[in-house]
């Protein structure tokens, strides 16, 4: 498969089929997904995977959670700014509407989009997910590294014919995830990423996002 091709065919995923990925497949795609640069090389990101028999723990652990308190917990970062401006509102706000008309959940059915959203917490029924932290001495540039990251193992998981989705929903529940994988108090949750055999009956995975227009964002001076 070609980058370009690789590029193309990675989707954000939301629903998967109950069929299990070697553990050897994540850990040879993580392994090279290392050579992704950083600045100064400093490779700020630490990974843990669940897999079988601890994705099954962990789904235990947040059927709990979720039972005790589905709001989730206090987050240790905003998602997003307050009070998002235009056009980045705009394009939220697009994708969200795409994807519950995909879903057959209209605007006044505020249940039903909270319902949904707990699919999150589930790892839309992934078989096996990545955990991504980092140090919480690290900045910005060191947050977008772990983006460089995490694109090149998208992309690699694309390449074994494996669907992903990057998920910061996780960023509600970095008490739970933290204890669960044993991560030293050093460390600082920044995502969770899903991966698995598409469900490509799932009419929420039909759902292609919109990108800008090149002049918008592309500059030439
Ligand atoms: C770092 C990161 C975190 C994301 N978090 C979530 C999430 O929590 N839940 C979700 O459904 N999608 C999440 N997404 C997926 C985005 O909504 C998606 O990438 C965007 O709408 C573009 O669609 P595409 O990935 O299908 O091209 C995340 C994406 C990134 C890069």
Redesign the pocket.
């Known amino acids: 498969m070609s980058v370009s091709a690789a590029v193309a065919a990675?989707?954000?995923t939301?629903a998967f089929l109950p069929l299990p990925v070697e553990t050897a497949i994540i850990a040879s795609v993580l392994e090279r997904a290392a050579r992704a640069p950083s600045g100064g090389n400093l490779q700020p990101w630490h990974l843990y995977v669940l897999n079988g028999e601890s994705m099954a723990r962990f789904r235990a652990v947040m059927d709990q959670r979720l039972a005790e308190n589905p709001a989730g917990e206090t987050p240790e970062y905003a998602?997003y700014p307050p009070d998002l401006k235009d056009p980045y509102r705009s394009r939220r706000y697009a994708?969200g509407e795409a994807?519950y008309a995909l879903l057959g959940i209209g605007r006044d059915n505020k249940m039903g989009r909270l319902q949904w959203l707990q699919n999150?917490d589930r790892f839309?029924g992934a078989p096996a997910a990545v955990f991504c932290f980092t140090d919480r001495i690290m900045g910005p540039p060191q947050w977008s590294d772990l983006?460089m990251m995490?694109?090149t193992a998208m992309l690699l998981f694309a390449e074994q014919g494996l669907a992903t989705?990057?998920?910061?929903?996780?960023c509600r529940w970095p008490r739970t995830v933290s204890g669960f994988v044993g991560a030293p108090a050093e460390l600082m949750l920044?995502?969770?990423l899903a991966i698995g055999h598409a469900d490509t009956a799932a009419p929420v995975n039909r759902?292609?996002?919109e990108r800008a227009a090149a002049h918008e964002f592309i500059t030439v001076v």
């Open positions: 990675r989707t954000s939301r998602v994708v994807m999150n839309f983006g995490l694109q989705c990057a998920q910061e929903a996780w920044f995502c969770g759902l292609r996002t």
